[in-house]
């Protein structure tokens, strides 16, 4: 499948498919979420979908990733060498 201007966007997902989007989250903190207002979630006859724009808000809403430096972590293959006398 490519990408395409002309493919549609979903815009409700089910729960299964939440739960990937949002890196695997249990299906108990995604319907807390819901009843937080973090996520959206509409009906379908019994099938509860989760609006994908409430996914994209909530993932752009999260802190900035912060690496900091480890100096006791060395990179492979470069250990200390002796100088020779």
Do not use: C, W
Request: aromatic share 4%; net charge positive; charged share 30%.
């Amino acid at each position: 499948m490519s990408d395409s201007p002309h493919m549609l966007r979903p815009v409700a997902v089910p729960i299964r498919v939440a739960q990937a989007l949002l890196g695997g989250k249990a299906r108990s903190e995604i319907y807390k979420e819901i009843n937080r207002g973090v996520l959206t979630a509409v009906k379908d006859g019994k099938k509860t979908l989760i609006l994908t724009v409430s996914i994209e808000r909530r993932q752009a809403a999260l802190p900035p990733a912060d690496f900091k430096r480890y100096p006791h972590i060395r990179k492979r293959g470069r250990k200390a060498s002796k100088a020779a006398s």
